[in-house]
Nanobody, 117 residues
Framework: QLVETGGGTVQSGGSLRLSCTTS????????MGWFRQAPGKEREFVSS????????YYADSVKGRFTISRDKIGNTVYLQMNSLKPEDTAVYYC????????????WGQGTQVTVSS
Protein backbone atom coordinates (compact mmCIF):
# COMPACT_ATOMS: atom_id res chain seq x y z
CA GLN A 1 0.00 0.00 0.00
CA LEU A 2 2.96 2.32 0.55
CA VAL A 3 5.86 2.44 -1.88
CA GLU A 4 9.09 4.17 -0.89
CA THR A 5 11.69 5.24 -3.42
CA GLY A 6 14.76 7.41 -3.45
CA GLY A 7 17.19 5.53 -1.26
CA GLY A 8 20.78 4.98 -2.26
CA THR A 9 24.39 5.60 -1.36
CA VAL A 10 25.74 9.10 -0.90
CA GLN A 11 28.87 10.65 0.55
CA SER A 12 28.83 12.47 3.85
CA GLY A 13 27.43 15.95 3.36
CA GLY A 14 25.32 14.89 0.41
CA SER A 15 21.56 14.89 -0.09
CA LEU A 16 18.80 12.45 -0.95
CA ARG A 17 15.05 12.78 -1.30
CA LEU A 18 12.83 9.91 -0.32
CA SER A 19 9.30 9.56 -1.66
CA CYS A 20 6.39 7.57 -0.32
CA THR A 21 3.38 7.05 -2.54
CA THR A 22 0.06 5.38 -2.00
CA SER A 23 -2.88 5.00 -4.31
CA UNK A 24 -4.98 3.40 -1.60
CA UNK A 25 -7.94 5.61 -0.73
CA UNK A 26 -9.60 3.23 1.70
CA UNK A 27 -8.13 4.93 4.75
CA UNK A 28 -8.08 8.47 6.02
CA UNK A 29 -4.76 9.72 7.23
CA UNK A 30 -4.28 11.32 10.63
CA UNK A 31 -0.55 11.59 9.99
CA MET A 32 2.25 10.24 7.86
CA GLY A 33 5.74 9.70 9.09
CA TRP A 34 9.22 8.49 8.38
CA PHE A 35 11.09 6.10 10.62
CA ARG A 36 14.47 4.44 10.28
CA GLN A 37 16.27 1.39 11.55
CA ALA A 38 20.03 1.06 11.57
CA PRO A 39 21.74 -2.33 11.83
CA GLY A 40 21.57 -3.68 15.36
CA LYS A 41 19.32 -0.85 16.54
CA GLU A 42 15.63 -0.42 17.12
CA ARG A 43 13.46 1.47 14.71
CA GLU A 44 13.31 5.17 15.56
CA PHE A 45 11.14 8.12 14.66
CA VAL A 46 12.55 10.57 12.12
CA SER A 47 9.78 12.94 11.09
CA SER A 48 6.02 13.20 10.69
CA UNK A 49 3.31 15.44 9.35
CA UNK A 50 -0.26 15.78 10.54
CA UNK A 51 -2.42 15.47 7.45
CA UNK A 52 -4.88 18.11 8.57
CA UNK A 53 -3.04 21.36 9.01
CA UNK A 54 0.36 20.09 7.99
CA UNK A 55 2.10 20.42 11.36
CA UNK A 56 5.51 18.78 11.17
CA TYR A 57 7.68 17.09 13.76
CA TYR A 58 11.33 16.06 13.68
CA ALA A 59 13.70 14.02 15.78
CA ASP A 60 16.39 16.19 17.34
CA SER A 61 19.04 14.31 15.39
CA VAL A 62 17.65 15.48 12.03
CA LYS A 63 16.27 18.93 12.83
CA GLY A 64 17.58 21.54 10.45
CA ARG A 65 18.78 18.90 7.98
CA PHE A 66 15.65 16.95 6.99
CA THR A 67 12.36 18.32 5.68
CA ILE A 68 9.09 16.45 5.34
CA SER A 69 6.57 17.63 2.77
CA ARG A 70 3.75 16.35 0.61
CA ASP A 71 2.40 16.97 -2.85
CA LYS A 72 -0.76 18.98 -3.45
CA ILE A 73 -2.82 15.94 -4.33
CA GLY A 74 -1.80 14.23 -1.11
CA ASN A 75 -0.74 10.92 -2.54
CA THR A 76 2.97 11.37 -1.94
CA VAL A 77 5.00 12.43 1.06
CA TYR A 78 8.67 13.34 0.76
CA LEU A 79 11.66 13.41 3.05
CA GLN A 80 14.38 15.76 1.84
CA MET A 81 17.60 14.83 3.57
CA ASN A 82 20.50 17.29 3.43
CA SER A 83 23.90 17.35 5.10
CA LEU A 84 23.76 13.61 5.50
CA LYS A 85 26.03 11.94 8.03
CA PRO A 86 27.26 8.34 8.30
CA GLU A 87 25.03 7.92 11.34
CA ASP A 88 22.01 8.53 9.10
CA THR A 89 22.69 5.17 7.46
CA ALA A 90 19.60 3.01 7.92
CA VAL A 91 16.58 1.50 6.27
CA TYR A 92 13.97 4.24 6.06
CA TYR A 93 10.30 3.38 6.36
CA CYS A 94 7.25 5.38 5.47
CA UNK A 95 4.18 4.88 7.64
CA UNK A 96 0.60 6.00 7.93
CA UNK A 97 -1.25 6.72 11.13
CA UNK A 98 -4.76 6.12 9.92
CA UNK A 99 -7.72 7.87 11.46
CA UNK A 100 -9.18 5.58 14.09
CA UNK A 101 -5.90 3.85 14.81
CA UNK A 102 -3.90 4.42 17.97
CA UNK A 103 -0.59 4.52 16.18
CA UNK A 104 1.12 4.07 12.83
CA UNK A 105 -0.52 1.00 11.37
CA UNK A 106 0.38 0.95 7.68
CA TRP A 107 4.02 0.53 6.71
CA GLY A 108 6.06 0.53 3.55
CA GLN A 109 8.73 -2.01 2.72
CA GLY A 110 11.61 0.35 3.46
CA THR A 111 14.39 1.85 1.39
CA GLN A 112 18.10 1.68 2.20
CA VAL A 113 20.06 4.87 2.75
CA THR A 114 23.82 4.53 3.08
CA VAL A 115 26.06 7.49 3.85
CA SER A 116 29.76 6.93 3.38
CA SER A 117 32.39 8.93 5.23
Amino acid sequence: QLVETGGGTVQSGGSLRLSCTTSDTTFSRYAMGWFRQAPGKEREFVSSMRWSGGTTYYADSVKGRFTISRDKIGNTVYLQMNSLKPEDTAVYYCAVHAVGSRTYNIWGQGTQVTVSS
